[in-house]
């Protein structure tokens, strides 16, 4: 090659020498990042609604109206007088007919059977969206590098929570009992929240492309990244704690706040007849460490937001802010829903009032891990 002086211009016409396409972060094809990060939205929101539906059929006492698991054939409701009587006389072999709902006719029965009908269907169809999107994603070769385990995680934790789901309702059926066992409980809705965390996770990720990404984690924060894991985990464990409130209507037998039945510390909060499973039988026991923990973890959010205030992205900052004012609502609309005896509406607004603080945590977690850098020129992504 004939040598070029160094003050020579370059016209735009000239070649350029060619870049190798490894050598670019950008180079490899990156699938239909967008498309999937909409599929991934709708999962979302079914997810949730399925929470929401969930928290109605445990509050209305309808989780044990359907007495068998048909993953297939349970998708059709009873057709006709004959298969309603059948259905109906199921229920009547359950002790939460004979020891709770003795008088209940058919209609009352209906009443309680479509929640719980609801819930498993809103389960059956989250996972119909999911195999068609992942399989169309695949097949299509429009998954994004390195994404499809990702994907098939969630596919997997969704059919593990359809088998746990029956193995709560299970525990309802035995001798004995006339609702769900707390413990599964709170094992079915963790496992929903975790599924949920992942995908609003997934989402944030795929909103910004890989390069941003890799830009972004260089000037992140793992001070308040780390500060942020811990609040998230505290979060979590709040919310198994809450399922377990639920699992035993503890909410609606103390309704004074901020003492428990004129008490600071309830008289019945040890059942030493009932040694460790006070933790999830005792009423005065749950509902106490749900009230502690609560505070405990308003605390911490505090303290998480006042660090995040030191942050110099302005957008991270603007997500610890927001984070710390849903904490705020959710401490009291949990006061106000536990002052009066969690009722229907209070107690789902509760619930979703939770998914959303969760989500919110979940994403300032990841601007403080990926912040959104800004100049005088506005927001680089």
Do not use: C
Not at 197 to 219: C, D, M, P, Q
Request: hydrophobic share 55%.
């Amino acid at each position: 090659m004939a040598k070029r002086p160094i003050f020579q211009e370059v016209s735009e016409t000239t070649p350029r020498p060619p870049v190798a396409a490894g050598n670019l972060i950008d180079a490899a094809p990156k699938g239909a990042r967008g498309a999937v990060r909409a599929w991934l939205v709708v999962l979302f929101v079914m997810v949730m609604a399925m929470i929401a539906v969930g928290g109605a059929t445990r509050l209305t006492g309808s989780g044990l109206s359907i007495t068998e698991w048909k993953p297939v054939t349970g998708t059709l409701p009873p057709s006709g007088q004959a298969a309603w009587d059948a259905e109906f006389a199921k229920y009547q072999q359950i002790p939460q007919f004979r020891e709770e709902n003795p008088a209940m006719d058919l209609a009352g029965f209906k009443r309680i059977y479509w929640w719980e009908w609801a819930h498993r269907l809103l389960g059956r169809a989250v996972g119909l969206v999911w195999a068609l999107g992942f399989l169309f994603f695949w097949a299509s070769g429009r998954m994004p590098p390195g994404w499809a385990p990702r994907l098939l995680t969630l596919g997997a934790l969704g059919g593990l929570q359809g088998v746990v789901g029956w193995w709560m309702v299970s525990s309802g059926l035995a001798p004995g009992m006339t609702s769900v066992a707390s413990y599964r409980l709170a094992v079915h809705l963790g496992l929903a929240f975790a599924i949920l965390g992942l995908i609003a996770w997934y989402v944030l990720h795929l909103s910004r492309s890989e390069a941003a990404l890799l830009r972004a984690r260089r000037a992140g924060e793992p001070k308040l990244f780390s500060m942020t894991t811990g609040l998230m985990h505290l979060a979590f464990v709040q919310i198994l704690i809450g399922a377990l409130v639920a699992g035993i209507d503890a909410g609606r037998q103390y309704t004074g706040w901020p003492k428990m039945g004129g008490e600071w510390i309830p008289a019945a909060v040890w059942d030493p007849a009932l040694g460790w499973r006070n933790l999830f039988e005792n009423a005065a026991t749950v509902q106490f460490t749900h009230r502690m923990v609560g505070y405990l973890l308003a605390i911490f959010a505090v303290v998480v937001w006042l660090r995040a205030r030191r942050s110099p992205h302005p957008v991270t900052r603007g997500a610890f802010t927001v984070m710390i004012a849903a904490a705020a609502f959710q401490i009291v609309l949990g006061i106000v829903t536990v002052m009066h005896g969690a009722p229907l509406g209070e107690a789902l607004a509760h619930q979703l009032g939770a998914v959303a603080l969760f989500v919110l945590i979940l994403r300032a977690r990841h601007h403080a891990r990926y912040p959104i850098e800004t100049s005088v020129r506005g927001t680089i992504r």
